[in-house]
C-alpha cells in the first residue's frame, strides 16, 4: 500500500469514526509514519495522546466521554457521571466515573481526572445503554441501572446523592418501579432500596 493510500485510508477511518486511534492504525499495517504526516499537513489534528480527529471535526460538550471511550472500548461510564449524562446530577463530577471488567486495563493519560471501578457479571453489563458522541460509540448505564450503583456504592458517593437520584428519577418519570427492583436486584441492593421505593415518593408507572 502507497503512503497516498495509506493517507487516504486513515482519512476515511477520521471520516467513519470521528475520532482515530494510533493503535488501530498500527494494527490495521499502517505506520505512525503517514499519521505524523497528515498532521504536519494539517489534514489532521491530535486532540489527547493517541487520538486524532479531522480539523473541522466539531467536538460537543460531553467530547471528554468520547476521548475516554475511544481509549476504553470495553468500559461503562457509571455512577455520577451518568447521573450527569442522564440530567440526574446538575454539575458535572470532578472526575470521571467509569466500570471496566475486572481484568481489564485501565485507559491510560493523566486527562481527565478518572475514577475506576471493577466490575462483573451481572453488575458490568446490565442496563448498558449506547450513545454516539462525536462519532464515538459510547457505553453508559441507564438511569435505572445508575440509580441502583448509587445505592450499592452509596459509602463512595453518599446516600443523600442515591436518595436524591432515586426521588429525582421517580418524579421525573425517567424510569418505572419494575425497571429500578429488576436493577436493584441484580445489583443486590434491593433490601437497601426497598424502604425507598415503597416510601411516599411519586413512583413511575411501569412501561
Same mark, same amino acid.
Given at each position: 500500500m502507497s503512503p497516498a493510500t495509506q493517507a487516504t485510508q486513515v482519512l476515511r477511518i477520521a471520516e467513519q469514526r470521528g475520532l482515530v486511534r494510533s *493503535?488501530?492504525?498500527?494494527? /490495521? +499495517?499502517i @505506520? #505512525? /509514519?503517514t499519521l505524523m504526516r497528515l498532521v504536519r499537513a494539517g489534514r489532521l489534528?491530535?486532540? =489527547? *495522546? +493517541?487520538?486524532? =480527529?479531522l480539523p473541522a471535526q466539531p467536538l460537543s460538550r460531553q467530547h471528554t466521554l468520547a476521548e475516554l471511550? =475511544? *481509549?476504553?472500548s470495553r468500559g461503562v461510564f457509571c455512577l455520577l457521571t451518568a447521573l450527569h449524562f442522564h440530567g440526574l446530577l #446538575? *454539575? @458535572? @463530577?470532578d472526575e470521571v466515573w467509569l466500570a471496566i471488567p475486572n481484568k481489564a486495563r485501565a485507559p491510560r493519560g493523566d486527562a481527565p481526572p478518572l475514577r475506576v471501578l471493577r466490575f462483573s457479571g451481572p453488575a458490568l453489563t446490565e442496563g448498558v445503554e449506547r450513545y454516539v458522541i462525536d462519532? &464515538?460509540? &459510547?457505553r453508559i448505564y441507564s438511569v435505572a441501572k445508575t440509580v441502583a450503583d448509587c445505592f450499592k456504592f452509596r459509602d463512595r458517593i453518599g446516600l443523600d446523592v442515591a436518595v436524591k437520584a432515586l426521588r429525582t428519577c421517580r418524579r421525573e418519570r425517567r424510569a418505572s418501579d419494575a425497571e429500578l427492583r429488576h436493577c436493584a436486584q441484580r445489583c443486590r441492593v434491593l433490601g437497601v432500596m426497598r424502604p425507598y421505593l415503597d416510601g411516599c415518593v411519586p413512583a413511575a408507572p411501569d412501561r
Open positions: *493503535r488501530d492504525l498500527t494494527e /490495521a +499495517g @505506520p #505512525r /509514519a489534528k491530535q486532540i =489527547a *495522546r +493517541g487520538l486524532y =480527529a471511550a =475511544a *481509549r476504553s #446538575r *454539575r @458535572p @463530577p462519532g &464515538v460509540t &459510547v
